[in-house]
Every structure is written in structure tokens, then in C-alpha cells.
């Protein structure tokens, strides 16, 4: 007795896997096929599909700072620079030991202190993300009319 309820289990497993398998092989094959791109059928290479390359106007010499202690604005563009856990970018210019070579100015001596006030080897972790206070800037027309000026 204790034997065929025991075969009777398992055989319905290996019907319910069966079913399992049809199931998610229908539903795989319909969303493949109702997947479709924004750019509908159109190919690649068509004309209207190009990427237009914007020339970006960099501001060669700097930007001019608008009050003390402000993080002075990024003159040139960033978007090949990444800054993550295991990798800086940006302080392939601006480090101590490459902004000479690379006619970068060096990060202020203030990015290398921790929050203890002690001096550290390497950028402290409290500026490590530049671009959390760096912004990019380039020159160009403003969009809106700004009569702000600097201190
Ligand atoms: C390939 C080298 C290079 C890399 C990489 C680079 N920079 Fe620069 N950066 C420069 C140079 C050169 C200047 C000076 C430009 C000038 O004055 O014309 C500069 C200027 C700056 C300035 C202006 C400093 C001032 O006193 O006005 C800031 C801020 C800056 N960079 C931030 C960054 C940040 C943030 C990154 C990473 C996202 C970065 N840079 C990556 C070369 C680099
Ligand atoms: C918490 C905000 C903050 C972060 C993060 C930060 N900076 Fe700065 N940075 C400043 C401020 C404020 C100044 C101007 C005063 C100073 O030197 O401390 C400055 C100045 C600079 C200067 C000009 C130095 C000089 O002597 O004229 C450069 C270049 C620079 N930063 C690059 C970087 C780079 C590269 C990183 C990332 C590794 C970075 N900064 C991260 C706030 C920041």
C-alpha cells in the first residue's frame, strides 16, 4: 500500500514538471514575439536613425568662480570618465601623481582630508564622487535670459 501511493506521487511530479515546462515554453515564444523596439521596422542604417554628434564647446582656461569655496565647474566634458568603487577616472588627470603630465590642476589639497582633519594618501572618501559637487559646464548660449552675478 505504502508502495503504490509512493509511485502514484511521483508519477504525478513528473506529469506536473512536463506541464510546467509547456507552459513557460508558450509564454517565452508569445512575449518574443510581442516584443517590438521604438523604432518599429526601420532599419539601422536608415537616414532618420543616425545619431546627430553635437560639437560641444569646452571652456579652455576654466570657468570662473561665483563665491568662495565654490567647486569650480568642469571645463571639459565627462562623459567618458567613470567613477566607481574600484576606479577613478577623473583622477587619472587630477591626481597628484598625473596632473603634472597631464597639464590638469591638481584637486584641491582639501580632497585628500578626512574627516578626522587628517591628511591621507589617497582622495578621501568624502571626495571621492566628484561629481557630486562638479558640475560640467560648456560654453553656450543660455537658454533663458540670467542677470545673476558673482560674488
Ligand atoms: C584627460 C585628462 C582629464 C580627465 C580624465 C579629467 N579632467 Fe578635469 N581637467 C583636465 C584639464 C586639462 C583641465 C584644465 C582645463 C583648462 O583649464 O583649460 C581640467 C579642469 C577641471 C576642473 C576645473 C578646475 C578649476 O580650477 O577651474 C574641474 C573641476 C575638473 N577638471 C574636474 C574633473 C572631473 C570631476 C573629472 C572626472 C569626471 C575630470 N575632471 C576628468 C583634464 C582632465
Ligand atoms: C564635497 C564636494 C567635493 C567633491 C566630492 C570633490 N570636490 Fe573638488 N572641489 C570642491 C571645492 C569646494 C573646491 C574649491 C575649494 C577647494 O579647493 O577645496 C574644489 C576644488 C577642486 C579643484 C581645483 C583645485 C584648485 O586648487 O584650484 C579640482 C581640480 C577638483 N576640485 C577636482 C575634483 C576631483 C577630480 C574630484 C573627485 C576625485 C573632486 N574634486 C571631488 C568640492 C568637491
Known amino acids: 500500500m505504502f508502495k503504490t501511493v509512493k509511485i502514484t506521487h511521483s508519477l504525478s511530479r513528473k506529469v506536473m514538471s512536463i506541464f510546467l515546462v509547456a507552459i513557460t515554453a508558450v509564454m517565452f515564444s508569445s512575449a518574443a514575439m510581442s516584443v517590438q523596439s521604438l523604432r518599429g521596422d526601420s532599419a539601422l542604417d536608415n537616414k532618420a536613425n543616425k545619431i546627430v554628434k553635437h560639437k560641444v564647446n569646452t571652456v579652455e582656461g576654466g570657468i570662473k568662480r561665483n563665491f568662495k569655496l565654490q567647486p569650480p565647474l568642469i571645463p571639459h566634458t565627462t562623459d567618458k570618465y567613470q ?39 589617497h582622495v578621501s572618501s568624502r571626495r571621492y564622487f566628484c561629481t557630486q559637487c562638479h558640475a560640467t559646464q560648456i560654453k553656450d548660449n543660455p537658454l533663458v535670459e540670467n542677470t545673476y552675478e558673482g560674488i
Open 83 to 121: 567613477i566607481s568603487l574600484k576606479n577613478n577616472g577623473c583622477m587619472k588627470c587630477h591626481s597628484e601623481k598625473a596632473y603634472k603630465k597631464e597639464k590638469a590642476p591638481k584637486v584641491g589639497d582639501s580632497h585628500y582630508i578626512d574627516r578626522d582633519g587628517k591628511t591621507l594618501e
